[in-house]
């Protein structure tokens, strides 16, 4: 049995940033499987819906035990959005909120840094093995209401759907949450 490993998940930390999007649906989803094998534990991986008007993608940063991907806005600014998936995250400085349209089994936080002129918020997706941090970094001016167009960009995929896609796609064997444990 052949396993995705460390090698595979380090190869695109090592050259800087990934330049596949990780989008929900995708035909081609290894940006979305090197996610996946990043950090084992999770079983839910973030992934991109569908972009608002004036967002875009800038890259990802995939390396053992964590995962991150950056959204540009043309009103919000560069680097606008910054979603890491973790293991764990601490929300001891963060207020759980009740999220609209929310997915199951996923407790939202959010700890607010500083507010409009300069809209700055962190918000913590918690999940069986894992956790999506949302670091909202405005440019000064831009609209706190920017984040809602954000949040409507973002979606998850679970692990064990990437587990099977791995398999059919490339033969190799996702490790992990929902699927055999990861060697070592």
């Given at each position: 049995?052949?396993?995705?490993g460390?090698?595979?998940?380090?190869?695109p930390?090592?050259?800087?940033l990934?330049?596949?999007?990780p989008?929900?649906?995708a035909k081609n989803?290894?940006?979305?499987?090197?996610?996946?094998q990043?950090v084992?534990?999770?079983?839910l991986?973030p992934?991109?819906?569908?972009?608002?008007s004036?967002?875009?993608?800038?890259?990802?940063?995939?390396?053992?035990?964590?995962?991150?991907?950056?959204?540009?806005?043309?009103?919000a600014?560069?680097?606008?959005?910054?979603?890491?998936?973790?293991?764990?995250?601490?929300?001891?400085?963060?207020?759980?909120?009740?999220?609209?349209g929310?997915?199951?089994g996923?407790?939202?936080?959010?700890?607010?840094?500083?507010?409009?002129?300069t809209f700055?918020v962190?918000?913590y997706?918690?999940f069986?093995?894992?956790?999506?941090?949302?670091?909202?970094?405005f440019a000064?001016g831009?609209?706190?209401?920017?984040?809602?167009?954000?949040?409507?960009?973002l979606s998850?995929?679970?692990r064990?759907?990437?587990?099977?896609?791995a398999?059919?796609?490339?033969?190799?064997?996702?490790?992990g949450a929902?699927?055999?444990?990861?060697?070592?």
């Amino acid at each position: 049995m052949v396993s995705l490993g460390a090698a595979a998940v380090l190869a695109p930390a090592c050259g800087g940033l990934y330049p596949q999007e990780p989008t929900c649906g995708a035909k081609n989803t290894s940006a979305l499987i090197l996610t996946a094998q990043a950090v084992p534990s999770a079983t839910l991986v973030p992934c991109i819906a569908e972009f608002p008007s004036g967002w875009s993608y800038d890259g990802s940063r995939i390396g053992s035990g964590s995962a991150q991907f950056f959204l540009n806005s043309d009103r919000a600014g560069f680097h606008a959005l910054e979603i890491t998936l973790t293991e764990a995250c601490d929300v001891s400085n963060a207020i759980e909120v009740t999220a609209a349209g929310g997915v199951p089994g996923v407790r939202v936080y959010e700890e607010p840094i500083s507010l409009p002129p300069t809209f700055r918020v962190n918000r913590y997706l918690r999940f069986p093995g894992g956790c999506v941090t949302n670091q909202f970094r405005f440019a000064t001016g831009a609209s706190a209401t920017l984040a809602l167009e954000a949040e409507q960009a973002l979606s998850f995929v679970s692990r064990s759907v990437l587990v099977k896609q791995a398999k059919e796609e490339t033969g190799l064997i996702l490790c992990g949450a929902e699927a055999p444990p990861c060697p070592g």
